[in-house]
């Protein structure tokens, strides 16, 4: 989604963009994915990706594995899953 380099190793993940900006994943044992807006199961973190279209930035998102949430509560800004069911929004300014 970020175009950023990504790195895989068996307990960690790092995306990271050319101009140094880096987002590190650490592998959870027994993982079991949030659920929001509930904090039944808190999230762990959350990112707010802002883009110039929402709706291609939507339909990018769909395309590469995301899913919108039912419960959308703002009108700029969109929240989504990722595969893993973590949540972040699309977002314009």
Same mark, same amino acid.
């Given at each position: 989604m970020l175009d950023w380099k990504v790195d895989v190793s068996s307990d960690w993940a790092e995306v990271r963009a050319e101009y140094?900006?880096?987002?590190?994943?650490? %592998?959870?044992?027994?993982y079991r994915p949030p659920v929001w807006p509930t904090q039944e199961l808190p999230q762990q973190m959350h990112l707010d990706v802002i883009v110039d279209d929402l709706d291609a930035a939507e339909a990018a998102v769909l395309d590469l594995g995301a899913t919108k949430h039912p419960? %959308?509560?703002?009108?700029?800004?969109?929240?989504?899953l990722d595969p893993a069911g973590h949540p972040f929004c699309l977002c314009v300014n």
């Open positions: 140094g900006q880096c987002i590190s994943f650490q %592998q959870v044992a027994g419960h %959308q509560p703002g009108t700029s800004f969109r929240v989504f």
